[in-house]
Each structure stands twice: as structure tokens, then as C-alpha cells.
């Protein structure tokens, strides 16, 4: 993960209402995302999730899509977005998505009971998109075959592990003193 990593040790921080947020390709589309790093990452997904047998690749709109439609393309498993907007359609579920820095209504659609889904995500931080996320597929009867996160901010609480979910990564991360530190280079398995 030698892209990823160093992308990481360079990203720059901000701070937003007190949460120290890095700035990253990845989580947040600026600065430009090469493709090489791109692919990289998707490869190591491929590697390192549960893909047999799965149905569905579900993503949180909007910073897991581009990482998502790269390993739907590679896998030809289907893609579904979690939307922040409602449409209304048949089946359509909502969720209440709680971060480290905001609060959002979110909406299932195209998943339906006895589906089997991989979660993918670009960051778990707090792990509150992702728990609504799994909560909303538990309601509706999905089976969560795994969870895959790119990058892990460590240093906070995991409202996904709280729920009994457990996210794969590619990298933990945390941020100390205005720079990216890495804690674990290969991630959680």
C-alpha cells in the first residue's frame, strides 16, 4: 500500500467545529485521485473481502462511490448508493447517518431481504454511517457478508463495533498534532 500510504503522510489536516479531518483523494476527492492509487486500492479490496457468493456491493453516497464503481466494474457485482436524498420508490428505506461532523438522513433502495451485500466505505472514523448502514440492511433482511473500509481513523469511539460489526481496512491512520500517523500499515483483517 505504499500509494496510500504516502498519500496519507502527506495529506494535509483541517479542523472542523474541534474534529481534526485530513484531506485526502479518497475521502474527500481533492486532490486529484490518480489512477494508480485508485487501482491499488481496489485491488487490495478485492484481495481482502468476502466476495463469493455476494449479491450487492452497497456504498454510502458520496465518497465511497468512485471506490465502489471500480470494484463493481472488476467483480461485475451489482452496485447499489445509499443516497442522501429520497425518491420514494417501493421498498426505499431510510437511516439516520451521525458522524464526528454532521447528521443526515440516508436512503436504502434496491436491497431487499436475503440479499447478500458487501458494505464498502471510504473512511471509518466514527463508525456512525456505517452502523446506521448495517442497521437499515438488518431491518430489511440483508445478509452483511463484510464490511471493507479503506482508511481507519483510530482515536475515537466505533459506534459499528459497538453494534457487533466488525469493518476490514486497508490502513489505520490517526492524526497527531496536525500531521497523519500511521498505526497499522496493512489495516484490520
Not at 19 to 38: A, N, T
Not at 99 to 105: A, C, D, I, L, V
Not at 108 to 137: H, K, P, W
Not at 148 to 172: M, R, S
Amino acid at each position: 500500500m505504499d500509494q496510500l500510504k504516502q498519500s496519507l503522510l502527506d495529506a494535509p489536516i483541517i479542523e472542523k467545529d474541534g474534529y481534526h479531518y485530513f484531506v485526502h483523494p479518497i475521502s474527500d476527492g481533492v486532490p486529484m485521485l490518480r489512477p494508480e492509487l485508485l487501482r491499488e486500492i481496489v485491488i487490495k479490496i478485492i484481495r481482502k473481502a468476502e466476495l463469493e457468493d455476494v449479491d450487492k456491493i452497497v456504498t454510502p453516497a458520496a465518497m465511497g462511490i468512485h471506490i465502489s464503481t471500480a470494484v463493481s466494474l472488476m467483480t461485475d457485482i451489482p452496485l447499489v448508493v445509499v443516497r442522501k436524498r429520497q425518491y420514494g420508490l417501493d421498498g426505499e428505506v431510510s437511516l439516520s447517518q451521525v458522524t464526528g461532523y454532521s447528521e443526515n438522513e440516508m436512503y436504502v433502495n434496491d436491497v431487499y431481504e436475503g440479499d447478500r451485500v458487501l458494505v464498502l466505505d471510504d473512511v471509518l472514523s466514527t463508525g456512525g454511517t456505517l452502523a446506521a448502514l448495517t442497521g437499515a440492511l438488518e431491518d430489511i433482511g440483508a445478509d452483511i457478508c463484510d464490511i471493507v473500509c479503506v482508511i481507519k481513523k483510530e482515536g475515537g469511539e466505533n459506534k459499528l463495533a459497538d453494534d457487533g460489526y466488525h469493518a476490514k481496512t486497508l490502513i489505520n491512520v490517526d492524526v497527531v498534532d496536525g500531521e497523519v500517523v500511521v498505526v497499522d500499515d496493512y489495516g484490520d483483517d
